[in-house]
């Protein structure tokens, strides 16, 4: 625990498999830098979450969650009704398994990689902080592209239109 909170990692891997009309297998964009690796896999895509365990002379990760999150929407599909929205991204399911985690223990910090830095996931964070009373903080690192804005000036008195951003920041 840090300063009372429990503190849990998650992260994304891509199992590949052989079979191709196996259910949940898809087409994978192969993100590692060996080059012996192909640009593509067919495979799983899982999700797993898990809470840092022991002392300070040995952590362990016990997993809380582990579940398979990309090519599963035709079978979701066969449950649902036709105005029932889509299934959320990997990103973002992984934002929404943090956070029922982080409702058994209150407070918690999440620690991700940089990849899951992203506006729906910091949108769906939100959404979770409103609807509940549990409180999650994500740990990660910023992407080296990020660029901030300042909020953009008011709208002028003449009707021309807003500026949806602002100067930028260094």
Same mark, same amino acid.
């Given at each position: ?31 590692? =830098? ?17 809470? +840092?365990? @022991? ?12 579940? +398979?999150?990309? @090519? ?10 036709? @105005? ?8 973002? #399911?992984?934002?929404? #398994? ?7 223990? @209150? ?25 509940? =009373? ?37």
């Amino acid at each position: 625990m840090i300063q009372n909170r429990v503190v849990l990692v998650g992260d994304g891997m891509k199992q590949a498999k052989e079979g191709r009309r196996m259910s949940g297998v898809k087409k994978l964009h192969q993100e590692s =830098e060996n080059v012996s690796k192909g640009d593509y896999i067919f495979g799983h895509l899982f999700g797993a979450i898990g809470i +840092l365990v @022991g002392d300070s002379r040995k952590w362990f990760c016990l997993s809380l969650f582990m579940n +398979l999150q990309d @090519g599963v929407q035709t079978i979701l599909g066969w449950k649902k009704s036709r @105005g029932e929205a889509q299934t959320p991204s990997h990103v973002v #399911q992984m934002i929404e #398994q943090g956070f029922e985690a982080a409702k058994g223990f @209150g407070q918690a910090l999440l620690l991700l990689d940089r990849y899951f830095l992203s506006v729906p996931a910091l949108e769906r964070l939100n959404a979770c902080h409103l609807a509940s =009373e549990t409180r999650m903080h994500l740990v990660t690192k910023a992407k080296s592209n990020v660029v901030a804005y300042e909020r953009p000036r008011r709208r002028s008195r003449d009707g021309a239109n807003r500026r949806k951003k602002g100067m930028r920041s260094n």
